[in-house]
C-alpha cells in the first residue's frame, strides 16, 4: 500500500527541519537522525523514495537507511501506531521490518541481505551536492536569490538552480578545468542532469557582470547538454528553448544548450508533442539557420510575430509579455511556417 507510506510522509513533514517534494516518489529533507551538517544549516541529504511498493529512507551522509515503519517509530511513536493499524491492518505483526534487518549501533535498523538502494545519484552527483546549495534553501537577502528574483524566475523553480561560493570549486567534479578555471567568484550553478537523473554537466552563470556570463563544465564529455530531460513528461508537450533559464517560465520545457539543439532527434521524443522556441534573433544567421532547419524537418516552430522585439523569453517576461499566449498563437509548421520565417528573417 504505496499511498499509505505517501500519506505519513507528509503526516510527519514536521518533524524534518527543511522538507521539500520533489516529484510524486521523491522526497528531499535535512536528516534528523545525523542532523545533516552543523557547518552548512542549508545541506538536505536524506531522501524518502519509492522501492517497489513502499516508501524507503536514505541518507547521504550518515548512510542511514530504513523502511517507513522503523522511521515512524523513531521519530513519531503515535503515528506510528496509526500507521501500523492502517498498513498493516490490527491482527497483523506491527513490528514488521523486511527481512534481513538488523540493528547498527545507534540502535537504527538497517538492511544487510537486501540493502537499500537509493535514487539514482552518481558519485558526482554526491558531489556537487556537497559544492553547492540549491537557491530555494538560501535566505532571502542572500545575492543568489536577489539575482534569480531580478530575473523574475518564478519560486516553484529555485530547487532547479545552486549556488556556489567559489568557482574553482567546480573542478572538483572534472579536475580538466583546474587550468582554465582560475576566478574565484560566486556564481548562479545550472546543473544538466540525464533522464536517470545523473550529472551531465554544470552552467556557471555570472552574477555580478563577469565579462564570461556563461561557464560550461561538462562531467560526460560526450553527453548533449540538454537542461530538464530529468522532469521532462514525455507524454505532455514538450517546448524546447535555447536557454535554461528561459525554460523556467515554461511548462514541460527543455532546453538544448550550444551545439545540442542540432541533435534533438537524438532525445528518443515525440515529435508531434514537441514545438521548437528559438530566440527571436532575425538577424543572427545561425538562429535564422536552426529555424529554417526544424521548419524544413516539419516540427511545430514558434515564429516571432512584428509585435515582439525582445530576444529571448525572459526578456519578454520581464517586460509583462504573456509568453505562453504568444507562443501558442504563433506555432506553426509546413507551409505556413514557411511563409512567416521568410517575413520574420531579416538576414
Not at 45 to 53: A, L, M, T
Not at 305 to 331: A, F
Request: aromatic residues 10%; charged residues 30%.
Amino acid at each position: 500500500m504505496l499511498y499509505v507510506d505517501v500519506k505519513y510522509i507528509n503526516m510527519i513533514s514536521h518533524h524534518f527541519e527543511k522538507f521539500k517534494k520533489k516529484n510524486d516518489y521523491l522526497w528531499n529533507v535535512r536528516c534528523p537522525f545525523c542532523g545533516d551538517s552543523r557547518k552548512n544549516l542549508n545541506k538536505m541529504r536524506g531522501y524518502f523514495f519509492r522501492k517497489d511498493n513502499n516508501m524507503i529512507y536514505k541518507c547521504h551522509n550518515c548512510g542511514f537507511g530504513a523502511s517507513m515503519n522503523t522511521v515512524l517509530k523513531e521519530l513519531a511513536p503515535t503515528t506510528h501506531k496509526e500507521y501500523c493499524l492502517e498498513k498493516f491492518g490490527e491482527n497483523e505483526n506491527k513490528n514488521w521490518e523486511p527481512k534481513g534487518a538488523n540493528w547498527t549501533p545507534n540502535g537504527h535498523k538497517l538492511f544487510d541481505d537486501k540493502p537499500v538502494e537509493p535514487p539514482k545519484f552518481t558519485p558526482k552527483f554526491s558531489l556537487f551536492d556537497k559544492l553547492v546549495d540549491a537557491v530555494d534553501t538560501l535566505p532571502y537577502d542572500h545575492e543568489a536569490v536577489q539575482y534569480v528574483q531580478s530575473r523574475n524566475i518564478p519560486n516553484d523553480k529555485w530547487d532547479r538552480l545552486y549556488y556556489i561560493d567559489n568557482i574553482k570549486n567546480i573542478v572538483q567534479l572534472n579536475d580538466k578545468y583546474t587550468n582554465s578555471i582560475v576566478t574565484e567568484e560566486p556564481r548562479l550553478v545550472i546543473p544538466f542532469f540525464d533522464q536517470n537523473g545523473q550529472l551531465m554537466s554544470v552552467s556557471l552563470r555570472a552574477m555580478r557582470g563577469e565579462t564570461l556570463r556563461y561557464i560550461l563544465v561538462k562531467i560526460k564529455e560526450d553527453a548533449p547538454t540538454v537542461f530538464g530531460l530529468d522532469k521532462v513528461d514525455k507524454s505532455k508537450p514538450i517546448s524546447i528553448v535555447e536557454g535554461p533559464i528561459d525554460s523556467l517560465f515554461l511548462e514541460n520545457s527543455i532546453a538544448c544548450a550550444g551545439t545540442s539543439f542540432n541533435k534533438i532527434e537524438q532525445l528518443n521524443l515525440d515529435r508531434d508533442k514537441i514545438t521548437v522556441v528559438f530566440d527571436n534573433q532575425p538577424r543572427n544567421a545561425d538562429v535564422v539557420k536552426m529555424v529554417e532547419k526544424y521548419v524544413d524537418l516539419d516540427y511545430n516552430v514558434v515564429i516571432w510575430p512584428e509585435t515582439i522585439v525582445q530576444k529571448d523569453i525572459n526578456d519578454m517576461v520581464n517586460d509583462g509579455i504573456d509568453v505562453r499566449d504568444v507562443i501558442s498563437s504563433n506555432t506553426h509548421s509546413g507551409l505556413t511556417a514557411k511563409f512567416l520565417l521568410n517575413q520574420w528573417k531579416k538576414c
